[in-house]
């Protein structure tokens, strides 16, 4: 059973940063492959950001973040972050990390079991 918990969001400028954390609690993550999606309101779910450890560590980023957004992970502390930089308006929405319990790259929501209860960011001036 892995568990999830994100914190982080809150209210930034346009240009500055923020970083997400998400803390999984229950099973490693290392044998996970683990994803950010944000959801903005009246907006279906989309990918963020993911990270894929065994096989080497492999990420990938939806085309609106490359270059600005950044996800880790700390397999030894159970933990993902997501450091968003020059961050912009249309950023603002609900972030969620979820999990896969495997090594195939998916990029759709309805790919990922485990999800935590989202951490809103708000980009405004």
């Known amino acids: 059973q892995v568990q999830l918990v994100e914190s982080g969001g809150g209210l930034a400028r346009p240009g500055a940063s923020l970083t997400l954390s998400c803390v999984s609690s229950?099973?490693?993550?290392?044998?996970?492959?683990v994803a950010w999606f944000r959801q903005a309101p009246g907006q279906e779910r989309e990918f963020v950001a993911l990270?894929?450890?065994?096989?080497?560590?492999?990420?990938r980023y939806a085309d609106s973040v490359k270059g600005r957004f950044t996800i880790s992970r700390d397999d030894a502390e159970n933990v993902v972050y997501l450091q968003m930089n020059s961050l912009k308006p249309e950023d603002t929405a609900v972030y969620y990390c979820a999990a896969r319990h495997t090594s195939i790259i998916r990029f759709g929501a309805d790919e990922y079991d485990h999800w935590g209860q989202g951490t809103e960011v708000t980009v405004s001036s």
């Open positions: 229950g099973r490693t993550f290392s044998s996970y492959v």
């Open positions: 990270s894929r450890l065994r096989g080497g560590n492999t990420t």
